[in-house]
């Protein structure tokens, strides 16, 4: 139990300001720019995906937060698709930008529930 309150501690997730800069600001620029033009968008939502797979990916380190491990790359994977869909170098048709929310937003939440109702919130590491 020492162990998760540890955790917790150092849990960006856990904590209202960590959250609000490193998953708040990003889905703000994401949201606010989803039916922003193409030319918004193709450098806004790899920016924001990138900077929120890194936050995951550093949390994940930090606390050893269990989605984390997964949405960490499944971000970074996503502003890939994103920049090769907004440059034109895989079209995904009419709707491509609508997937690519859908995607990202069922993704997550399907990561990062399904993750931690399987293997609880933290990971156990060993140091």
Known sequence: MAQDTCRQANDWVSDVRGYALAWGLPTVALVGTAFAPPWIRTPTWPIALVWMG????ANARRCGRTHCYLTGPFFLVMAMAVLLHGYGLVPLGPHGWIWLGAVTA??????????EALLGRYLNRER
Not at 54 to 57: G, K, P, T
Not at 106 to 115: D, E, I, Q
């Open 54 to 57: 890194m936050a995951c990916i």
């Open 106 to 115: 069922v993704g997550t939440a399907l990561l990062w529930t399904a993750s």
